[in-house]
């Protein structure tokens, strides 16, 4: 029999099912026609009766399987439908486990969801040694759980408590991680894993456990052990997710009722789980913005390999933060600054942000000073002459960042592309200094680089489009998501996010207390509260962005006098340990800033928390209206990702656009049009664009 999606020959009478050698895209995927084809495949050597091993491997170098195809999993319309779906695919790998003759699956690269589960169902599982290995059940971040028998086979190969941290998490595992685990029985070379596969899979595996090992899984076993192991597992779930994600959840359930069940049984009810979690709006919400990051992923224009040597200008946090991005990334990179202090200040930023891979062992000693080495701190411009890419990150002023810029431009060669990492100043009036405008954009990084993932490249009218798809494919290269955005005011994430600061603002000045706006902002799913985050943005940097943005937008951002009042007193935020909260010399925070009481209204108002919450969240949402009505994006899609990417906005949500949707643009309009009345007409007038989608019946994803 011939397949179209999936290769099969036998030699020796070993079958051999390859994956991925008709596919087209990186990463092989289990979609609905390759899962038939395997269903008719097993059945093909299960009635063989020469057949004496069957071995899985993936014709495409680095990836095994990369789960079951996404788009499955969003098509599905209702819990019935889901669950038989789960239920097809346990059947399939249930065939596997039951085969009378050893199986094995060959994993070079990523191994993830359902291509980790029809592993799972193998006898014996070996994996290539290379960096490019992975394994995983990243399900939970789809908002479903391992629906073809992955919450019950994992438990059974690495314990229960090893388990509950990878199923939980989503995490993956590297090739080394996983034979340590138990997850993997054997390592090797990738060019070794198919001449030496027959070998294996008839080879007898020690089954001597060490005392360790034997006392943790008796341990686990017992009631009592599985008892406390449940307990933290629910108890580190709700600290992370705070309760807004329910498919974790619901594996510590389906576990803990089910666990020690006939495969049948529980299996029957992984899938009954797996249904009624596909349709919940969290699971939508998350698999739309699974292909919102999968479409910023895809190369602009003509790929060009070409940006090869770095530099940035200024050695403070941001660049000593971009230096790290250089290099994190193999880039060598000039580091540049006026004096040695500054310098060694931005070496000590990229240092620190190194640390921690070192110490989490992602990082060898050699590979942290090999890549230290590739910055290379200067007071001058000797070298600069072969940049390929520069980013200027210096004060926030424009006429030093024109003159700097128009200097630096003297000093690189015609094909240097020269980015400024401004937060709010106009890339086209920076534009306008230098001697080839078509060579500058904004690249926008996010504070601190090493952790967010966003980068705004912000265009005007005199860029040239080759330098657009070439910085948008270096950004992609160097693993950060990228969204293009016209030049405006606050670009497009730090002007939406003006607006919900401005109001946390105006809040306290109308008496509501720091914990009880920020706790609001908590519940809704916010990554901090809007107190904490102006702390940490620094309170001086807000006023700051807070006055360009209400000179260039006008009265909607309209600043309060509290953040002047703040400045006036040296509270800065974090930087200086003071603000609205106090912090620690070592950054951590602490209590409510004791010296705020002289300067808070001393009568506290008391609300319900959806009202807070709608006078801080709905502004953002107009202001993305407004935003789409200016054309600083296209779609609704680009503000999405940049909004939860740029600042954390609730993931399970979906984006604030996609909140909005389903939260209805109708009431939202309302809401704002209330605030309107009772209490300000400036900064929650209606943009016409959301008066247009009440009157056409529009969301904002129909835009």
């Known amino acids: ?199 294996y899979l008839f080879k007898k595996k020690s089954d001597d456990d060490s005392f360790a090992e034997k006392a943790t899984s008796f341990a686990e076993d017992s009631f009592f052990g599985k008892k406390i192991i449940f307990q ?51 699971s939508k919400s998350l698999t739309g913005l699974f292909f919102l990051q999968d479409a910023a992923k895809k190369a602009r224009g003509e790929e060009r390999n070409n940006l090869k040597q770095g530099a940035v200008l200024g050695a403070g946090t941001m660049g000593g933060g971009i230096a790290w991005f250089y290099a994190n990334n193999g880039i060598p990179c000039y580091m540049k600054d006026l004096n040695v202090e500054a310098l060694n200040l931005g070496l000590k930023q990229a240092s620190s942000n190194f640390s921690s891979a070192l110490k989490r062992k992602r990082l060898s000693k050699d590979d942290f000073e090999r890549r230290m080495r590739s910055i290379t701190p200067t007071t001058t411009y000797d070298g600069f002459n072969n940049v390929d890419v520069l980013i200027e990150a210096i004060v926030e002023n424009m006429d030093i960042k024109k003159k700097v810029l128009s200097e630096t431009e003297k000093y690189v060669n015609d094909k240097t592309i020269i980015t400024s990492n401004t937060s709010s100043l106009s890339i086209a009036s920076m534009a306008n200094a230098l001697e080839k405008p078509e060579r500058f954009a904004g690249l926008h990084f996010f504070n601190p680089v090493h952790k967010m993932p966003l980068v705004e490249i912000i265009t005007h009218d005199k860029l040239d489009s080759q330098v657009l798809d070439d910085l948008y494919n270096f950004v992609l290269k160097c693993k950060k998501t990228p969204v293009v955005v016209k030049d405006g005011p606050g670009f497009l994430v730090n002007r939406i996010l003006a607006t919900y600061l401005n109001e946390a603002g105006y809040l306290l000045e109308e008496g509501y207390s720091i914990e009880e706006i920020d706790q609001a902002a908590l519940d809704f799913g916010m990554p901090m509260g809007p107190c904490h985050l102006m702390d940490e943005v620094g309170i001086d940097v807000s006023n700051k962005v807070g006055k360009i943005l209400f000179e260039g937008l006008g009265h909607r951002f309209k600043p309060g006098e509290l953040s002047g009042i703040l400045l006036d007193k040296n509270l800065l935020g974090k930087k200086n340990q003071k603000g609205f909260y106090l912090y620690s010399s070592d950054g951590k925070k602490g209590e409510i800033n004791p010296d705020l009481s002289s300067v808070l209204p001393q009568s506290k108002r008391t609300s319900d928390v959806q009202t807070l919450q709608m006078r801080m969240i709905l502004p953002m949402v107009n202001e993305a209206a407004y935003c789409l009505e200016d054309k600083i994006v296209e779609k609704a899609k680009d503000i999405d990702l940049a909004m939860i990417f740029g600042i954390g906005f609730p993931p399970f949500r979906g984006g604030l656009l996609r909140y909005a949707d389903n939260h209805g643009v109708e009431r939202i309009v309302a809401a704002l049009k209330r605030f309107q009345s009772d209490v300000n007409p400036e900064r929650f007038a209606v943009s016409s664009l959301l008066d247009s989608f009440v009157e056409k019946k529009m969301n904002f994803y129909d835009y």
Request: hydrophobic share 40%.
């Open 1 to 199: 029999m011939s397949y179209e999606m999936i290769t099969f020959e036998k030699k020796d009478n070993i079958g051999y099912i390859g994956f991925g050698k008709y596919e087209e895209k990186s990463l092989t995927t289990l979609s609905q026609k390759t899962l038939e084809e395997l269903d008719q495949v097993i059945d093909e050597v299960k009635n063989d009766k020469d057949a004496k091993g069957l071995i899985f491997f993936s014709h495409k170098k680095g990836c095994f399987l990369a789960g079951v195809d996404v788009s499955i999993i969003q098509n599905l319309n209702s819990e019935t439908e889901a669950a038989d779906g789960a239920s097809a695919g346990q059947n399939i790998f249930n065939k596997v486990e039951d085969l009378k003759i050893p199986t094995m699956a060959l994993i070079d690269g990523f191994c993830l969801g359902g291509g980790l589960e029809l592993s799972l169902a193998c006898n014996k599982i070996i994996v290539s040694d290379s960096s490019k290995t992975k394994l995983g059940l990243p399900e939970v971040m789809l908002g479903v759980l391992p629906g073809f028998g992955g919450t019950y086979r994992l438990p059974r190969k690495i314990g229960l408590a090893n388990a509950l941290d990878l199923i939980l998490s989503g995490k993956q595992v590297r090739a080394q991680k996983a034979l340590k685990l138990d997850l993997a029985d054997y390592m090797m070379p990738a060019e070794r894993m198919l001449p030496l596969a027959p070998e």
């Open 232 to 282: 933290k597992a629910r108890e580190t779930v709700l600290s992370k997710t705070k309760g807004f994600y329910p498919a974790p959840l619901k594996v510590i359930e389906i576990l803990e009722k089910y666990m020690g069940k006939s495969r049948e049984d529980y299996l029957l009810q992984e899938a009954k789980a797996f249904g009624e979690l596909s349709q919940t709006t969290q």
